[in-house]
């Protein structure tokens, strides 16, 4: 876990001053006594606390320009975030510039200076880089920088991270197939390596192994860097030739996509085997049959992006940055 940082309010306890005084000190905005700024100086330097700028600089802004990075808009979870980011930035009169990078760490790197290149006031980042030195590029750039999913360095070196308990998440679909009587559970997840994926595997496993049924060769990958239908194709293929009575998948798209590949070889969802998505995308409850999946709260994940956009108050940049999702049964 990263080390908490230390807000104004830390400082103003240790120096035993008021968090205005704090506030009067580090902007020379008031007549501050020499033996009080020492104080304050010496606690800001104990506690290694380190002001928000970047917020109160955005509210001051040249630019109307946000940038936001996510790896692909084919997944409707991020196509939908991208669309309620922009309405929530648009009632602020600000503008966006959005990129794609598929995953691709060069990519990543050039869609970075692409955007420090026209000054946005702001950058949003949807998921965890591929190579983490990209997040130190975007640290000391000076800008607002806000990540969903981040990962442990991210948060490490400072910058703000919203997350849901993939965990949790992918424990409670996979402790509802057991639930329902499946014994034997498949596990089909991307390569991309970041620690929100990583975490549902391990919510996965856990479950398995609460109930004593975990398998390691019931866990399947789906290449990123591969063609998406073909990778569909080979798991399907293997998954019809394994007595699987169940499968959770770290997607809605993975988890259509298998339902479509297994009625190819004549075995039916729900009857056959039971099936559990990830993301609640707009099209899983249109799907036939509906998709059962886990859900995060799309809305308020968004809000609180916005909110840490803008905002130059430490406990709350620090506060309450972690959401629950939440089981959606349907028909599958």
Not at 48 to 62: D, G, H, Q
Not at 116 to 122: E, I, K, N, R, T
């Amino acid at each position: 876990m990263a080390p908490k940082r230390a807000t104004m309010n830390d400082v103003a306890k240790l120096a035993g001053v008021t968090q205005a005084t704090v506030s009067y000190v580090i902007n020379n905005s008031a007549n501050i006594s020499d033996e009080v700024k020492e104080r304050v100086y010496e606690a800001i330097k104990q506690l290694n606390y380190s002001p928000n700028f970047n917020a109160r600089a955005l509210k001051t802004r040249t630019s109307s320009i946000v940038g936001i990075i996510l790896p692909d808009i084919v997944n409707q979870y991020y196509s939908r975030m991208v669309e309620y980011l922009e309405i929530l930035l648009s009632k602020k009169n600000l503008h966006t510039m959005v990129y794609t990078t598929s995953y691709n760490p060069e990519f990543e790197q050039e869609i970075i200076q692409r955007l420090l290149s026209v000054d946005v006031c702001g950058i949003i980042v949807l998921y965890q880089f591929s190579n983490p030195e990209n997040w130190n590029i975007l640290k000391h750039s000076g800008k607002t920088i806000i990540a969903l999913e981040g990962g442990a360095h991210c948060s490490e070196i400072g910058i703000m991270n919203v997350r849901t308990n993939s965990f949790a998440g992918e424990y409670m679909a996979t402790k509802f197939l057991l639930d329902e009587g499946a014994k034997r559970i498949a596990f089909i997840h991307q390569t991309a390596v970041n620690e929100s994926l990583q975490d549902r595997l391990m919510g996965y496993t856990q479950a398995m192994k609460d109930a004593e049924l975990f398998q390691p060769m019931d866990i399947h990958y789906i290449n990123n860097n591969a063609d998406f239908y073909q990778e569909l194709k080979k798991v399907g293929e293997v998954l019809c030739k394994t007595p699987v009575d169940g499968i959770v998948s770290t997607s809605d798209l993975i988890a259509i996509g298998i339902i479509r590949q297994l009625s190819l070889h004549g075995i039916r969802v729900p009857d056959d085997v039971r099936i559990v998505g990830y993301d609640n995308v707009p099209f899983a409850s249109f799907f036939i049959p509906a998709l059962t999946t886990i859900a995060q709260p799309m809305e308020e994940i968004c809000n609180r992006i916005i909110e840490l956009l803008f905002s130059d108050d430490e406990q709350i940049s620090q506060n309450n940055n972690a959401f629950e999702p939440k089981l959606i049964i349907r028909e599958t």
